[in-house]
């Protein structure tokens, strides 16, 4: 996708990356994908993906420089 660069001041091409934010659930991945699961599911139960989106952080990278920049609007699940 195209999106401005800070770094690169102009726009060019961003890839998307999702990164999965600490929880309170244990540390090994099997506790984490309890945690997202239950929050998939509690989301789900009061309304829609936001409580499972609160788990995860969006970024999208520069494919020119690799700079981050972190995109948490979720703007796709509304
Ligand atoms: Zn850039």
Redesign the pocket.
Known sequence: MNRY??????T?E?IEIVKQKKSPYGKSRKEQFKAFISGFISGAAVGGALASLELIDRYVQ??????LTLENKGEEFQ
Do not use: Y
């Not at 660069?5 to 102009?10: A, D, E, F, L």
């Open positions: 660069c800070s770094n690169c001041g102009k060019c961003h520069c494919t020119q420089c690799r700079h």
